[in-house]
């Protein structure tokens, strides 16, 4: 129950801090100002845009990758709410521009090329940034854009809208008339842009002292290939098994090619490092054909998705597909580590001949105290044990006594982890002992 209470305790914490910072241009707008009320709805859309911007201004926060602000509920989750913050930030912004002009027809002079031609230029780009963002972002498949290009047009019309409206702000100054609010928004603004920078430049620099290269390209089973680096001129990475991190390949870090991989060796051995990746778009199709010697720079590790980190006496994985690869990473460690604690693993693949670690994790099920469950989608027809995909009729089976003795790690498609989860919440599984990793960083 104590552990129960920090993980709620932190949950708490964060969005506690995070309501305050975002609410905070209002308490600033107010302090001090004398004027009278120009009616409800104009300053309701004023409220709006504060609101929004501060949104904004956090979204530089949320994806500047510091550990202390992930570890808590894990750098999948804390992306996840970056996405949808920068939806409700979106809202807001465009509810402050929609009302105003609405509210009163003087507003329209702001955005009018006539009264004042980069005014006007300004603030509409600002909208079509915005709207770019959200657009690029949500039907980013459709529009077939790549990651690489994605992610710069990302962060440069992110960075666009901060410098306009930073100075949207501080030169309309109804609200931000004193010399002190100026400098409080114009170093909030900065300060943001700043974790930009700081992650695009500083992080690979570090990157550029440790470098790896690719010494192994092998197929696991079809369209999943290992990919593995051995240090170069240094000791190699301290992780925890179940992390990530971000990878560049090619002489510099300094390139828009850099993906999240999941590492699937084990943290023991730090002369060899691992990642097991699936072919599922541009990047990953194209692993198979890497060059060995290649050149590559690590970033991180990442993540709280950590399995050896349990201080429970029993373990269960509930696993589809390419998410073995941080369990395949934890059993590996407890097997190094001499860990004898019960563990089971639920493992839903489509066949045998397409199981990642098929024989690796069948050698593990013997010197270890594992048993493992395969759910194969096509089994062959001498084939005994689950079929079809991984239910809450499956899991039951294999649950543990002790439900509070025991931690839970899902990690596959976003359809099995919802049910999976739905479930061992449905049975009064503590929610702290359930902890998820979803393959949808971007």
């Known amino acids: 129950m104590r552990t129960r209470a920090i993980f709620m305790y932190n949950a708490a914490k964060w969005l506690l801090l995070f309501t305050v910072l975002v609410l905070a241009p209002l308490l600033l707008a107010v302090i001090g100002h004398e004027e009278e009320s120009r009616g409800f709805w104009i300053e309701f859309g004023v409220g709006l845009g504060f609101i929004g911007f501060a949104m904004m201004g956090l979204q530089f926060v949320l994806t500047a990758r510091y550990n202390k602000i992930g570890a808590p509920f894990g750098i999948d989750e804390l992306l996840n709410f970056h996405g949808q913050a920068g939806y409700v930030a979106w809202m807001f912004i465009m509810g402050h521009f929609t009302i105003l002009l609405v509210a009163d027809s003087e507003f329209l002079r702001l955005v009018d090329p006539t009264e004042n031609l980069f005014r006007a230029i300004a603030l509409w780009s600002v909208v079509i940034?915005?709207?770019?963002?959200?657009?690029?972002?949500?039907?980013?498949?459709?529009?077939?854009?790549?990651?690489?290009?994605?992610?710069?047009?990302?962060?440069?019309?992110?960075?666009?809208?901060?410098?306009?409206?930073?100075?949207?702000?501080?030169?309309?100054?109804?609200?931000?008339?004193?010399?002190?609010?100026?400098?409080?928004?114009?170093?909030?603004?900065?300060?943001?842009?700043?974790?930009?920078?700081?992650?695009?430049?500083?992080?690979?620099?570090?990157?550029?002292?440790?470098?790896?290269?690719?010494?192994?390209?092998?197929?696991?089973?079809?369209?999943?290939?290992?990919?593995?680096?051995?240090?170069?001129?240094?000791?190699?990475?301290?992780?925890?098994?179940?992390?990530?991190?971000?990878?560049t390949l090619g002489d510099t870090p300094f390139k828009l090619q850099q993906h999240p991989f999941t590492i699937s060796s084990s943290p023991e051995r730090k002369d060899r490092i691992r990642f097991t990746i699936k072919e599922l778009g541009d990047f990953t199709s194209e692993v198979k054909n890497i060059d060995i010697g290649t050149t590559a720079f690590l970033e991180g590790p990442y993540g709280s998705f950590t399995p050896a980190s349990s201080s429970s006496n029993e373990i269960m994985f509930i696993v589809g597909g390419i998410g073995i690869t941080p369990i395949i990473s934890a059993l590996l460690t407890m097997k190094e580590r001499g860990d004898l604690r019960k563990?089971?693993?639920?493992?839903?693949?489509?066949?045998?001949?397409?199981?990642?670690?098929?024989?690796?994790?069948?050698?593990?099920?013997?010197?270890?105290?594992?048993?493992i469950v395969y759910v194969f989608e096509d089994a062959d027809e001498d084939w005994e044990g689950e079929t079809g995909y991984i239910t809450p009729e499956i899991i039951r089976k294999h649950l543990s006594e002790d439900l509070t003795d025991c931690d839970y790690f899902v990690c596959g498609p976003p359809p099995m982890m919802d049910e999976a989860e739905g479930a061992l919440n449905e049975w009064g599984v503590p929610v702290h002992k359930i902890h998820s990793e979803r393959f949808s960083i971007i």
């Open 129 to 247: 940034a915005l709207c770019s963002l959200i657009a690029f972002t949500h039907w980013n498949e459709k529009l077939g854009l790549l990651y690489e290009w994605w992610r710069a047009s990302h962060g440069l019309l992110a960075v666009f809208v901060m410098i306009v409206g930073t100075w949207h702000i501080t030169h309309v100054s109804y609200y931000v008339s004193e010399p002190w609010q100026l400098a409080v928004w114009v170093g909030m603004s900065t300060t943001v842009i700043g974790m930009l920078l700081h992650k695009r430049l500083v992080h690979p620099l570090k990157m550029k002292k440790k470098p790896y290269k690719v010494v192994s390209v092998k197929e696991e089973v079809k369209e999943t290939w290992s990919l593995e680096l051995e240090p170069v001129g240094h000791d190699g990475l301290d992780f925890k098994a179940g992390q990530l991190v971000w990878m």
């Open 343 to 371: 563990a089971t693993l639920i493992f839903g693949t489509g066949s045998k001949e397409l199981t990642p670690f098929y024989e690796e994790l069948n050698e593990l099920e013997t010197v270890l105290n594992l048993k």
